[in-house]
């Protein structure tokens, strides 16, 4: 569901560009789902609200237990573009790890990601 929202996505806006990943938590050790996205939007809110509503089941219910938490990026550290690309795939050498991404996203792009990240991030995965 949640790679078909990204899809429909860019499929709407040429400019649009996503990366995903599945990670584990730190703390609690559960799996669940990173990601950054590039698009124009008017607000979060409204980015929240499709991405619900992209999650919901043939019956309109969304998975128990879910929690979606969405940010406009603050533009410092590792909350840019590339900072955010690092931080997704921290787990990237972890047998969990699957990624998913969608728009211009360059191998360059992501090796800057990981760079910035070993550098701004925990640097520990």
């Not at 990173?34 to 409204?46: E, G, H």
């Not at 800057?112 to 701004?120: I, S």
Request: charged content about 25%.
């Amino acid at each position: 569901m949640f790679k078909l929202f990204l899809t429909t996505q860019s499929r709407r806006d040429e400019q649009f560009k996503a990366y995903a990943c599945l990670e584990r938590g730190g703390q609690e050790g559960h799996l669940h789902i990173q990601a950054v996205l590039d698009m124009f939007s008017t607000s979060t809110k409204k980015i929240h609200i499709d991405l619900k509503n992209s999650l919901k089941d043939d019956e309109g219910n969304l998975p128990a237990k879910l929690a979606v938490c969405v940010k406009e990026l603050a533009g410092t550290g590792t909350h840019t573009w590339h900072g955010m690309l690092g931080y997704c795939q921290k787990d990237r050498l972890l047998p969990h790890y699957v990624f998913f991404m969608v728009g211009n996203i360059t191998d360059q792009d992501l090796e800057e990601g990981h760079a910035r990240y070993l550098v701004l991030g925990r640097g520990d995965r």
